[in-house]
């Protein structure tokens, strides 16, 4: 049932891999608008049709044209698809009119929206969720002017709930965030639960709690909050255990709202705090880099070296998010994740590595092979738990198919000669003997290496074996490694990879993954 359900995953996640997740957000969100727009239309909504589509339009034309300028001052790169996302997480969080003074105060929310991405910022990424940094400036601004509006959440609509669980789960898949919101989801619905109990009981009213839970998870914000703000990479931290604190923060805040004086932010109020504990966390991981050199590792492989400008906080196996601006950028955009190969210990030098494939290239492939050395780019953050068990007695088997073999690289490296002293076995894939990349660095770890290529490599060490040219599937997994019932199996290649191999993986002590779908 597992090795299933895994398929079915990694299967899924190469298809949601084809398409950035600025645009796939974008798209969520625009079907979103539609099915609220066709309920107004219907009279199911008490906002009408005519105040969503003006809202929507006021708030994507100053969105976009307060990116525009910053991009054209600041020169900073600029995504029209973060526009139109921040304009449309606005209208689901403020309240959609036709009244001139509340369309001065949409607007006001997007200016602030999009400006904040620019102007509470550090090492090029924003710290805080834009929308909610327009719908927390909103809503104290009108304290003092109370026609401008404020956040009302009025996505919190049972009519609603099933599209956003539904549009909200296709984005946590590709963002690979599904068990971090669950974990607020949880947490806010168990807490706003508790809290009107206490409500109420304080009123001496009696309270039906199955009632009340139904209510909550039907008529609250906290799906489309946690599907479509907390979700966002960038003001996420880099391991999970930090996003798990992250979410109980935010899960705790939105449960049980506090006053502040005479004002209340509400949702965005939670999420901001959530933004600065996760800043906490990850002020470290965005740095510039200046590009060295390239390196041809094989007939498709190539590696870059850069120096960075200050001292990265990485583990061993995470993977850093690369941008490389450039004009007429396709529907991928201009960032892209790639496993950082070298060690902590080698800073300042890092060095990452792709696979140049045949076929046609992405305008941020064509981009990234016109970097020259001299060049800048910037790192905006490093993720992953893609790391080795802390205990050194742990067995742990390593599978990597093509670049996948990137992470390892690190891990080994930076075990240097406690390598060899680990139960550590590496089953490498690739397509033929001249693409084994990083054959200098896994020779010198020691470690025992079992090839599959179709070709046989030359000048096999003796702790080396070729397994014949027979292609890796699950049962060749358990014939090559009887005891993975006692390793923690780490595997990093394609998706279509990991799920022939689920039924075998799934006998893991734990299994560990690192998908990628290419760049």
């Known amino acids: 049932m597992m090795s299933a359900l895994t398929a079915v995953w990694n299967r899924v996640f190469a298809v949601l891999g084809r398409a950035s997740m600025y645009r796939l957000v974008l798209v969520c969100l ?71 003074l509340g369309l001065a105060g949409l607007a006001l929310a997007g200016a602030v929206a999009s400006a904040s991405k620019y102007l509470l910022a550090w090492q090029g990424r924003h710290v805080f969720n834009p929308a909610a940094v327009g719908a927390a400036v909103l809503t104290i601004v009108s304290v003092w002017l109370p026609g401008l509006g404020a956040s009302s959440w009025w996505v919190g609509t049972p009519l609603l709930a099933a599209p956003v ?76 255990w ?47 880099l200046r590009f060295v050199g390239r390196t041809d590792l094989t007939p498709t492989v190539r590696a870059l070296t850069f120096r960075a400008a200050r001292r990265l906080r990485f583990v061993p196996g995470q993977y850093l998010e690369l941008e490389v601006p450039h004009a007429h950028a396709d529907a991928r955009g201009t960032r892209r994740e790639f496993s950082i190969v070298s060690a ?21 492939k064509r981009a990234l092979a016109a970097v020259q050395p001299g060049d800048v780019l910037a790192v905006t953050g490093v993720w992953g738990d893609f790391v080795l068990p802390r205990r050194s007695s742990s067995p742990v088997l390593m599978v990597a198919a ?24 590496l089953v490498y894939v690739a397509s033929e003997a001249a693409e084994l990349a990083f054959r200098p660095e896994l020779e010198a770890s020691g470690i025992p290496v079992v090839v599959f290529t179709r070709d046989r490599p030359a000048d096999l060490p003796s702790h080396w074996r070729w397994a014949g040219g027979v292609r890796l599937d699950a049962d060749g997994l358990l014939q090559l490694v009887p ?20 039924p075998a993986l799934d006998r893991a002590r734990s299994i560990t993954t690192d998908a990628f779908s290419g760049y």
């Open 402 to 425: 093509g670049i996948g073999v990137t992470p390892f690289v690190s891990q080994l490296t930076d075990l240097g000669a406690d390598a060899r002293e680990r139960d550590i076995v």
């Open 30 to 100: 625009g079907i979103l608008a539609v099915y609220a727009v066709t309920l107004s239309l219907l009279g199911a909504l008490a906002i009408g049709p005519l105040e969503l589509i003006v809202s929507l339009a006021l708030l994507s034309a100053v969105c976009t044209a307060v990116d525009a300028v910053a991009h054209r001052v600041l020169g900073s790169s600029w995504r029209l698809e973060s526009s139109l996302i921040t304009a449309l997480i606005l209208l689901f969080v403020l309240r959609p009119t036709l009244d001139p």
């Open 483 to 502: 005891d993975i019932h006692a390793r923690h199996a780490y595997v990093s290649g394609p998706p279509g990879l990991i799920a022939d191999l689920a």
């Open 242 to 288: 930090q996003q798990f604190a992250v979410a109980i923060v935010v899960g705790v805040l939105a449960g049980w709202p506090i006053d502040l004086g005479g004002v209340s932010l509400g949702q965005e109020r939670a999420l901001l705090i959530g933004n600065v504990v996760a800043f906490c966390f990850a002020a470290r991981s965005a740095v510039r």
């Open 165 to 240: 669980i539904v549009l909200g789960l296709v984005v946590l898949l590709r963002t690979e965030k599904v068990r971090v919101v669950a974990v607020f989801v949880v947490v806010a619905i168990a807490v706003a639960v508790v809290r009107v109990s206490v409500q109420y009981q304080t009123a001496g009213i009696a309270l039906d709690l199955g009632t009340a839970f139904w209510s909550i998870v039907w008529s609250s914000p906290f799906l489309f909050l946690g599907a479509f703000m907390l979700s966002e990479p960038l003001t996420l931290p880099p391991r999970r």
């Open 344 to 364: 902590p210990r080698e800073l300042p030098e890092l060095r990452i590595a792709f696979r140049e494939g045949g076929g046609p290239q992405s305008s941020y």
